[in-house]
């Protein structure tokens, strides 16, 4: 018998073994035991490649945005105009928020413990991450998955045991409660998939703009609350519809390599609640 | 045969990892586009295509890129690989029925 390209091999066999194989992969323990050796052996050649795309994305960015440099140039020298002067304002305001913050507590690092991980995948069709973190490292289902500037990625969807998949905030079957602008609009943003998300729910008699800041809340319990998800992208007010809605411009940069994952202290903290703060420690 | 088995296992495996791991980068390439298509889906096609009528190389190509594609995928171990086998049923079964292909395999 030649196998296993033979046409002596006989179809129905070939078939039972494959759907057999099939049927023990689809076994919890099995599944992870199998993805978690595979994804282990070929991690080392993954991790390089994904920052050597990364790298070539970056490059080929920078060469597109050359055509607009002129524009892009005025306008920038416009915003560092305005930013020159936000930032002298902003100066007194950090003070303050200093002095807030070593009164409260609210530093993410001592609410959480961050563990640093590498980007090693992504599934062809959803948006869905694997990381180089799994259970071997406490990494559990649920988790919040963030960047350095405490940008939202996403929550651990399943975890192996060095390994585990982040399912991204611009999954389809992801949806949260987030505040929006100046005057912390409580609204939902909902995964529209192809990493774009959309913002829902935004009352009729509240202001929605374009660049508005995007932050978690802690109604939904997914996200601790004062995490960046990103910006108003365009703001959709159909006169038919009862609430205002409009696109999301993610802030987590796709092209990186590296995400921490978010594993809360106290259970005060996994439920969404940032630092509950003195007041809750008499 | 088992030659262009070996380079069609080898370019599916690469495509693969490819997959997985450069397209993200690029809206088109990640998958993003028609959320379908993808590198190995294409290759798939291909030599479901272009094999001479009667080869096999199509199905057993199938099976090996929905693996590799399930590898890195959150819905249940197998779902490509019968996305796959479709596909390479319908271009055998029914395009290759009424077209005329040529074969270079």
Redesign the interface.
């Known amino acids: 018998m030649r196998f296993p390209f033979s046409r002596d091999v006989g179809p129905l066999f070939v078939l039972a073994v494959g759907a057999a194989l099939i049927l023990v992969l689809n076994v919890p323990v099995a599944n992870s035991w199998f993805k978690n050796a595979v994804y282990g052996a070929l991690a080392p050649v993954q991790r390089n490649i994904w920052a050597g795309g990364a790298r070539v994305s970056a490059f080929i960015d920078s060469i597109s945005s050359m055509s607009s440099a002129s524009a892009e140039n005025e306008r920038l020298r416009r915003q560092v105009n305005d930013l020159t002067v936000k930032t002298a304002q902003l100066g007194e305001l950090k003070k303050e928020n200093d002095f807030l913050r070593q009164g409260l507590n609210l530093e993410l690092d001592k609410d959480f413990d961050l563990k640093l991980a590498g980007i090693i995948g992504k599934d062809a069709s959803r948006d869905v991450l694997i990381i180089d973190k799994g259970s071997n490292d406490l990494v559990e289902a649920g988790m919040p998955v963030i960047t350095a500037e405490k940008a939202v990625v996403g929550k651990i969807s399943k975890v192996y045991a060095d390994f585990a998949e982040v399912a991204l905030i611009t999954g389809r079957d992801f949806s949260f409660d987030v505040k929006v602008g100046d005057d912390a609009v409580d609204c939902l943003v909902k995964g529209r998939g192809g990493l774009s998300a959309a913002i829902d729910l935004v009352p009729k008699d509240k202001k929605l703009e374009a660049g508005a800041a995007v932050i978690t809340s802690p109604l939904g319990g997914i996200f601790p609350a004062g995490l960046l998800v990103g910006t108003v992208g365009d703001v959709d007010t159909n006169d038919v519809e009862m609430f205002q809605s409009g696109s999301v411009v993610p802030a987590f940069d796709f092209n990186g390599e590296k995400v921490f994952v978010a594993n809360a202290k106290s259970p005060a903290v996994s439920k969404g609640n940032l630092n509950p703060g003195p007041q809750n420690e008499k | 045969?088992?030659k262009k088995?070996a380079i069609i296992i080898a370019i599916l495996g690469i495509f693969g990892?490819?997959?997985?791991?450069?397209?993200?980068?690029?809206?088109f390439l990640?998958?993003?586009?028609l959320?379908?298509l993808?590198l190995?889906d294409a290759a798939v096609a291909a030599v479901a295509l272009f094999e001479k009528r009667g080869n096999?190389?199509g199905w057993?190509a199938a099976?090996w890129g929905g693996v590799l594609?399930d590898?890195?995928?959150?819905?249940?171990?197998?779902f490509?690989?019968i996305i796959l086998l479709g596909i390479v049923a319908f271009i055998k079964l029914i395009i290759k029925k009424y077209v005329r292909i040529p074969s270079y395999w």
């Open positions: 045969m088992n088995a990892i490819i997959q997985a791991s450069i397209a993200p980068h690029f809206l990640g998958g993003t586009w959320g379908w993808n190995v096999r190389l057993w099976a594609l590898l890195y995928s959150g819905r249940f171990f197998g490509w690989i």
